[in-house]
Every structure is written in C-alpha cells, then in structure tokens.
C-alpha cells in the first residue's frame, strides 16, 4: 500500500512493484467497495468471461454485466508508471481531483481509493481478521 497523488489530468503513479503485473496497458473499472479496479488486460478478459458465465447461470445479473462493462476502460501506462483515470471513475470512488489516494495490491489486483473511504474498509477487515467486531456490529 502507499499514498500517492492524483495529479491534475487524473492521472496516479503506479508503484514500480506492480507495473511488471500489468505490461504497457491495463483496465480500469468500478471495483467492488467503491475503489478503482486495475488488471491486466489477461486479467481482465478471465474476469468478463467469469462474469458472463455467471449471468448465463442465473448467479448474476445482466445489470451487473452492463454496470462492469460500461465502466471498463483501456489504459496505457506512460514512461512514468502513470495511468489516467476517468473523471467517471474518480466520481465513483470519490477521488477529488488532485488528491491524495492509496494504491494497493490486493493479491491478483491492483486497487485506487479514496484514503478515508480505504481506512473504513482496512479497519473493518482487521477487525474480521482478529475476531474483534465485524461490520455489522456482531462478534464472531
């Protein structure tokens, strides 16, 4: 995880330790939680096919096909490790233009908050890890 900042064409310095993990383009979308999502486009192309798969099997909707596909797009990453993001995709997630966000790896993906939004879901998922209170308020 480190903090990095937006600059004012919405575009965000990816960490040199997951450059390798995407190659010169990559997808971004709407990622689950409220965060911008990044894979590879290999990564991406095995998640559309999952999705579909799972429309086709009644496990998703066609709503929720349209809302992933809608809010895809194709990004090249500059010389720099940049990428751009969308304004519609900083809508999403609640990024302000030229601030500050986190960039974190998430095992087989890269994802882009909004710091506080971030900090109420690594509290929540510590708090699961440790067995102390769980989102809705309950111990386990």
Request: glycine share 8%; hydrophobic share 35%; charged share 25%.
């Amino acid at each position: 995880m480190q903090e990095r900042q937006l600059d004012e064409r919405g575009r965000v310095a990816l960490p040199p330790t997951f450059r390798h993990l995407l190659g010169d383009l990559c997808y971004l979308f709407s990622g689950e939680d409220g965060c911008v999502s990044i894979r590879s486009v290999e990564a991406f192309n095995d998640e559309a096919t999952d999705l579909i798969a799972r429309v086709k099997r009644g496990e998703a909707s066609r709503d929720r096909q349209r809302a992933f596909a809608a809010s895809a797009s194709e990004a090249s990453i500059d010389k720099q490790g940049r990428v751009t993001i969308s304004p519609e995709l900083r809508s999403y997630a609640g990024i302000a233009p030229q601030s500050a966000v986190i960039v974190l790896g998430n095992l087989h993906h890269i994802e882009i908050w909004e710091p506080a939004a971030y900090g109420v879901h690594c509290t929540n998922g510590t708090d699961e890890l440790t067995g102390d209170t769980v989102a809705t308020g309950a111990k386990q």
